[in-house]
Every structure is written in structure tokens, then in C-alpha cells.
């Protein structure tokens, strides 16, 4: 069947020129994309570092599409709070650097902010299933975070696909409708578009095929043309 939402592109700042931030975030803007990604790193969670949150709040003051804070950092219970603060339209936190996840989930929506889950490569699906309610996006992680320009694993396209079962299994066996997009992190361009999107994706993260483009705004038309062709099976 053909998937019933939209595919959706978050645009990541992570391999942009900083040093022309404003600029490279309209160049995202003007190529189509649906929303800024932000990859906050720590240097512990994962090897690199970015930014934090006073670099959050300046960038979504020069962005005309919502914002999105992924963040990879050690700590999430601790530190949640001041990138609450940030004013970010989504906060996705990492299953595995948060001890209560349940509690900083609900943290994220009773401030009236989107919450989302990411899962590393080797982080099994099953962690969704008792906090699905809370859910406003899943992020399967394609690539071990952390670098940009690594190419897409092909397992975790089952991985995908199990994240859609669960969703589907879930609002089965409770009557609830829910309303949980499935975004894809890592190696996606205009070769891998169509298998993600095959497994049940609907948000794709572009990084590196849209930074080392001279033409960023026909990857971005590409790519939703191949999605907008591409079945779910």
C-alpha cells in the first residue's frame, strides 16, 4: 500500500559551514526542506562536539521552519531542562544516555514540545513499546552517530519496518490513534531514498547530500519525487 504520510525532510546543519551559519541554514531553507536538524553532540556520548543550547536559541531565531534538537549527549536527566528552555519545536533524546526515559519524555510534552526517541544501530526496537504513548517521532539511527558522511546499514531497514509494526500493532490493541512519524538518520541520498522510504520511513535527515551539493535544492526535489514513487511493500 502506499504510505499515508507525506515524506518530510529535516535538513542537517552538522556538515555546514558554521562560520556562515545564517547562510547555510536559509541555503536548507530555500531547497525545500520541512525543518532544522540540530545534532547536539557532547564529546562523550558520542566522540565529537558541536554546540549547546545558546547556539540552539540563535539558530532558531534566523530559521523560518521549526527546529528540531537531537541530542547526543551523556546525562539527558540533568541537562534536559535548559535545552527545554531553548525554545526547540521537537526534542529527540537517546534511549541510551537516559536513565529515566519515561519521565524525560513526559518532561518534554508537559512543556508543550514534540518528544522523540532515537535508537543507535545496535539499540533493539523494543525500547518504543512502553512509551509509544508519549511519542511524537522515532529516529532510527542509519549510521553510528556521531560522523557525518558515513554510509546507510542496510539491517536497519528491518529495523524500520518493525518500528512501523509496533505503531500499527499498538493502536490495534488500544483503539488509539497515533500519530508517530518514523525519521531516518545516516547515509540517506538519492541511491538509498527508496529503501528507507520502502520500510515505512517518512521523515528523511539529509546532511552531507545536501552541504557537498552545489545544487541542493534539486536533491531536495529528487528526493521527494523517488519517495513520492516508492511503495511500501
Known sequence: MESLKKLKIEASI?????????????????????FIHLD???GNFVPEITFGQT?????????????????????????????????ADL????AESSRQMYRCL????????????ALNPATPISYIE??????DYILIM??????????????????????LRIIEEYGKKTGKIISCDIG????????????????????????????NSNEPAKVVSNIRKTAENTLII
Open 55 to 87: 547556539m540552539i536559541k540563535h539558530i532558531i531565531k534566523h530559521s523560518d521552519i521549526p527546529v528540531h534538537a537531537h541530542l547526543m549527549i551523556q546525562n539527558t536527566d540533568e541537562q534536559l531542562p535548559s535545552y527545554i528552555k531553548t525554545g
Open 130 to 135: 512502553n512509551v509509544l504513548e508519549l511519542l
Open 14 to 34: 552538522l556538515n555546514a559551514d558554521y562560520l556562515h551559519l545564517g547562510d547555510e541554514i536559509k541555503r536548507a531553507v530555500d531547497a525545500g526542506a520541512d
Open 106 to 117: 513526559q518532561l518534554i510534552k508537559n512543556n508543550n514540545i514534540k518528544a522523540g526517541l
Open 40 to 42: 547536539v553532540m557532547d
Open 184 to 211: 531516518v538518520d545516516g547515509g540517506i541520498n538519492e541511491q538509498t531514498i527508496k529503501k528507507v522510504v520502502n520500510a515505512g520511513a517518512n521523515i528523511i535527515i539529509l546532511g552531507t547530500a545536501l552541504y
Open 142 to 163: 542509519t549510521v553510528e552517530p556521531g560522523f557525518g558522511g558515513q554510509l546507510l546499514i542496510e539491517s536497519m531497514l528491518l529495523k524500520i519496518k518493525n518500528a
Open 91 to 94: 526534542i529527540i533524546i537517546h
